[in-house]
């Protein structure tokens, strides 16, 4: 369970001293969001993060029983999506979700896409000066996102968006899937499996004024949960607030969160010799553009930009004569062998 990594930063956040692990999917292996567990049977225990790592803010309870309450969170990512995957298993004794309010067993996410910190929420706006609503729908869960996911929800949103930005709950930004056959007051297993796409700016107005969070290799995120646990369904108050963070507040303010690592693909899944690249025009007037290698394996690389010009730099920059949509190859070696990458007009200056 939960193989830590050692953080940079061992005074700072929630998790002081520790990094979480975050699993990197291939693109060909995605979880399906189906409520069940089986995709996820790829993802290294390592990568699990159990109650054992939690401890209840209420102090009810001053460890955890797992004949009572008991939980266990993978966390997953792919390369070229923008999106948190998450597998949520748990057991409960009771399982509370029968009122169609607030009271109901949750498991809270909150996400720093930018590792940016600061209070999120309007009651902690730096500027005290506003008014409630003014801070609310420029402020509130704008730079961080706090996702209030019900445990299971029956006859309402699976999640409150803590934040006008409701528009995240919903496809293209966000999908879920539950499995379970409990009733409410009843002991049983749930799996929730569901994604979330973290913004760096998340606007009240929608997607068209926000930023999505750019995810990449070893990127540092904030990220933390908290299990809401209830109880009793004629009780206002909860049974158990167990938190990953060490900071009570995580939920409002993105400096308490822990660091999660957004990992590289796992040894099993890697291709040993693979030519991978990608360019960006630095200059379109001049045509000079910059090409990126992102391979693996290689020790030596060949580049035929098109034009009769070649490279053998790894991070070579070419200028073009003319106009034109161009067909550019690299061709890698290494121990492993060789390999290759045609993009067929794929760079074209003007």
Same mark, same amino acid.
């Given at each position: ?125 730096? +500027? ?17 996102? !706090? ?27 966000? +999908? ?17 499996? =569901? ?35 209830? !109880?009793?369904?004629?009780? +206002? /108050? ?52 910059? =090409?990126?290698?992102?391979?693996? /394996? ?35 070696? /290494?121990?492993? /062998? ?13």
């Amino acid at each position: 369970m939960a193989q830590l990594l050692q953080s940079q930063n061992p005074s700072g956040g929630g998790c002081p001293g520790t990094v979480f692990k975050i699993f990197q999917f291939p693109a060909n292996m995605i979880p399906a969001i189906d409520g069940k567990a089986d995709d996820w049977n790829i993802v290294p225990d390592d990568y699990a993060v159990g109650i054992d790592r939690m401890h209840d803010d209420t102090g009810k309870h001053p460890a955890p029983d797992p004949a009572y309450l008991n939980v266990k969170v993978k966390v997953g990512w792919v390369k070229g999506l923008n999106r948190l995957y998450f597998l949520y298993q748990a057991y409960d004794k009771y399982w509370d979700f029968a009122r169609p309010d607030l009271h109901n067993d949750t498991f809270e996410i909150v996400v720093d896409g930018d590792l940016s910190g600061g209070p999120l929420i309007a009651e902690q706006h730096p +500027n005290q000066d506003l008014s409630f609503a003014d801070a609310f729908f420029s402020f509130q869960s704008v730079h961080a996102q !706090n996702y209030h996911i019900f445990t299971p929800a029956e006859g309402k949103d699976w999640t409150m968006m803590w934040g006008p930005q409701q528009w995240l709950k919903e496809l293209p930004y966000s +999908n879920h899937a539950y499995n379970y056959d409990f009733r409410p007051g009843q002991p049983g297993n749930l799996t929730l499996e =569901f994604w979330i796409t973290p913004f760096d700016y998340a606007a009240a107005e929608g997607p068209l004024r926000s930023v999505e969070s750019k995810l990449y290799e070893n990127k540092l995120i904030g990220l933390s949960w908290a299990v809401i646990d209830y !109880n009793d369904v004629n009780k +206002n /108050g909860n049974d158990g607030f167990w938190n990953l963070s060490n900071q009570h507040k995580m939920y409002g303010n993105a400096s308490y969160l822990c660091e999660f690592r957004l990992m590289p693909l796992e040894p099993q899944f890697r291709k040993a010799i693979d030519a991978q690249w990608s360019f960006t025009v630095v200059d379109m007037d001049r045509r000079v553009v910059a =090409f990126k290698d992102l391979s693996a /394996g290689a020790t030596s690389w060949k580049w035929d930009f098109g034009d009769g010009e070649t490279s053998t730099e790894q991070n070579p920059i070419h200028q073009y004569k003319q106009a034109d949509r161009y067909t550019v190859i690299l061709d890698i070696s /290494g121990p492993a /062998g060789t390999s290759r990458l045609s993009k067929v007009w794929g760079v074209n200056v003007k």
